[in-house]
């Protein structure tokens, strides 16, 4: 099959690719005429804000409550004695979420039977839910919670009974 450089189609792609190969080849040296608008102020790598600290505290139930999102607040749940910082989560986790009602809260119990039921939850006054009643599959269903949080969240504590601190 013979091309047909005559056609002024085909001049016209034989013109644009010699034209792009040259821009590529022999790059323009000289620096641009106007400033880009978003470099104007300077250049920084610098996040706009910094996420606050995030410490590794031992948890009670009492002390967790407080950390329920309301306010813009930071968001922690415990699952099986392990704190998560999930505030990254705020549309699940947060008070308007699907989840919120664990916000602040030991959620072993309701995450291990896929139950978002107040009822899942201890009162904050009462000893932590030993969960010795679950179903071995209810135990590796709240083992996968803990992995997917693990891989997704901050660990920043360990949840302890009220009287342990």
């Known amino acids: 099959m013979a091309i047909n450089i005559g056609s002024p189609c085909n001049t016209a792609l034989l013109l ?87 916000a602040g809260r030991d959620a072993s119990r309701g995450m291990a039977k896929q139950s978002f039921d107040a009822e899942m939850l201890t009162p904050v006054d009462q000893p932590l839910d030993k969960l010795t009643d679950l179903q071995p599959d209810e135990i590796e269903n709240m083992k996968g919670w803990i992995e997917h949080f693990s891989n997704k969240y901050i660990i920043c504590g360990k949840l302890v009974e009220n009287d342990a601190v």
């Open 16 to 102: 644009f690719i010699l034209y792009s190969v040259q821009k590529i080849v022999f790059p323009s040296a000289s620096p641009p005429k106007e400033i880009p608008h978003e470099f104007r102020n300077g250049y920084s790598w610098l996040p706009k804000y910094h996420q606050p600290t995030v410490l590794f505290k031992t948890y009670t139930p009492k002390t967790l409550e407080p950390f329920h999102g309301n306010d813009n607040g930071r968001i922690l749940l415990a699952i099986d004695g392990t704190v998560f910082d999930v505030t990254a989560g705020r549309n699940f986790y947060g008070p308007n979420g699907m989840y919120g009602n664990f």
